[in-house]
């Protein structure tokens, strides 16, 4: 492997915790929101 592939995978290696994580949060929070609007008390105003 030459030196600029090793860069690249090592740098899409760091890209991809962060990504993994955000993503993982949006879909746990959209999710949850998701639920929750099934439970939420339709008739208070």
């Given amino acids: 492997m030459s ?4 860069v690249i995978w090592h740098i899409l290696g760091y890209a991809a915790i962060p990504t993994i994580l ?3 949060f ?3 929070a959209g999710v949850s929101v998701f639920a929750l ?3 939420a008390d339709k008739n208070k105003a």
């Fill in 3 to 6: 030196t600029l592939e090793y």
């Fill in 22 to 24: 955000i993503a993982g």
């Fill in 26 to 28: 949006v879909a746990v």
């Fill in 37 to 39: 609007s099934f439970t």
